[in-house]
């Protein structure tokens, strides 16, 4: 089966901080995708990144960037100079691909506040 | 363009009652899906469909709950006999068909409140 971990529950950094939010996955295929959302106080979750298996380069937007590591099945995300409306609970996600339904296996999500 | 909604984005019921929850997909995505967030379980896959073919209905946690898809759109998550453990925020999430991994977007969800 799969799963995917977050271990930090909460975290709580002074603005303009970097904060890492980690994320571990497991899975039995060899092909599978990553995904980041962010869900901020008004609920909806917002769609950050996708990576596939087979890409582990890592990549930048903006403030944030994200590290995927296959070798230790991580894929961390990391935020730059850390602002308020970063504050939000943020979930990494594993699609499972059974005869097309790629239904999302959520971890339990990291609550961050960013704090002014 | 149009994001994905969801209506009600509010429901108070009494145990006992039926419910139904509707979620317009974006335009042009064929793939839809059912998820349920709740304080104790997390985010949970419920159903998904796409195009004409057969829902996976796997992830329904009981057989109060069925949905349908009208004319490869708009679905309706139907909650009969509704029970206090059903409380949760239910978000729907629509996708393009094609190659694997493509991403879902989210609705807002339908929080449901069971008295």
């Known amino acids: 089966a799969q799963k995917v971990t977050q271990a930090q529950t909460e975290i709580s950094v002074v603005e303009k901080e970097d904060v890492t939010l980690d994320c571990v996955y497991e899975?039995?295929?060899?092909?599978?995708?990553l995904f980041w959302y962010k869900q901020p106080p008004s609920g909806e979750l917002v769609f950050l990144i996708r990576?596939?298996?087979?890409?582990?380069q890592n990549e930048i937007s903006g403030r944030y960037s994200w590290n995927f590591q296959k070798s230790t099945s991580s894929f961390n995300f990391t935020i730059t100079a850390s602002q308020v409306v970063d504050s939000a609970v943020y979930f990494c996600?594993?699609?499972?691909?059974?005869?097309?339904?790629?239904?999302?296996?959520f971890g339990t999500g990291t609550r961050l506040t960013i704090i002014p | 363009g149009a994001g994905v909604s969801q209506s009600p984005s509010n429901k108070v019921t009494e145990k006992g009652k039926d419910v139904e929850l509707r979620c317009d997909p974006i335009?042009?995505?064929?793939?839809l899906y059912w998820y349920r967030q709740s304080l104790g379980q997390g985010l949970e896959f419920l159903i998904y469909?796409?195009?004409?073919?057969?829902?996976?209905k796997s992830g329904l946690p009981s057989d109060r709950f069925s949905a349908e898809r009208t004319g490869g759109s708009v679905s309706t998550l139907t909650i009969q006999r509704t029970q206090q453990e059903d409380s949760a925020v239910y978000l729907c999430?629509?996708?393009?068909?094609?190659?694997?991994?493509?991403?879902?977007?989210f609705g807002p969800g339908t929080r449901l409140t069971v008295l």
């Open positions: 469909f796409q195009g004409n073919s057969a829902p996976d």
């Open positions: 999430a629509s996708s393009h068909e094609g190659p694997r991994g493509d991403t879902q977007y």
């Open positions: 996600a594993l699609s499972e691909f059974n005869f097309g339904n790629e239904k999302l296996t």
């Open positions: 990576r596939n298996s087979f890409d582990e």
């Open positions: 335009s042009g995505h064929t793939a």
């Open positions: 899975t039995r295929d060899t092909t599978y995708y």
